[in-house]
């Protein structure tokens, strides 16, 4: 990696951005003006060398965004893998483009942005499902099972076949009772069966 792309990412990271949903959030004043060491002119950040989708996602703050670089061609998955992975270099390379004001097109399935939010859309933590299951106390199969029939909603990150759920949207299912009521509906039909 050059030097001067270190330096921008060290430069953003040191300047410790809080994420704004906007693409403003990758700019820095300056660059890190320290030495680096050789570590860093390696890997700034110490990713790493193959990160998943979700430590990806992590990196940038947003699965839209990481679906946006994605179609951009800005990182391309690892071949020959069931889940998609992303080396390190790629991911640096992409970061120092947001860095030097390039934007990835939007996704053709995007909707489009309402005026006044962010551009990119907050940072949502993505779980795995057997996480999910235990955070709402069923097994996955019962979680399947409520994402299949849209008591719970569930997202496919960016070129890849397996769910993830948002911790936001499983609060919200448990505030508004969902699973209750469902269990109840099924606790009846067995003592209909009985």
């Not at 990758?26 to 030495?35: D, L, T, V």
Request: hydrophobic residues 35%.
């Amino acid at each position: 990696m050059e030097t001067d792309q270190c330096r921008a990412i060290l430069g953003w990271k040191q300047s410790n951005p809080q994420w704004t949903g906007n693409y403003d959030y990758f700019q820095s004043a300056q660059p890190f003006e320290g030495e680096l060491s050789p570590i860093q002119e390696i890997s700034p950040l110490l990713l790493p060398p193959i990160l998943t989708v979700e430590e990806t996602c992590d990196v940038f703050g947003s699965p839209v965004l990481l679906s946006r670089l994605c179609e951009s061609d800005w990182l391309v998955p690892l071949p020959g893998h069931e889940d998609p992975y992303f080396t390190a270099e790629a991911v640096y390379m992409a970061m120092a483009r947001h860095i030097k004001g390039e934007k990835p097109r939007r996704s053709s399935n995007e909707p489009a942005s309402i005026a006044g939010e962010p551009e990119i859309g907050p940072k949502e933590k993505y779980i795995t499902p057997q996480h999910a299951a235990d955070f709402l106390s069923i097994s996955v199969s019962t979680l399947r099972a409520f994402a299949d029939n849209g008591t719970v909603p569930s997202y496919h990150l960016p070129n890849s076949t397996h769910r993830r759920y948002k911790i936001s949207d499983l609060e919200t299912v448990m505030q508004q009772g969902r699973i209750e009521s469902f269990a109840n509906q099924v606790a009846d039909l067995k003592d209909l069966l009985r």
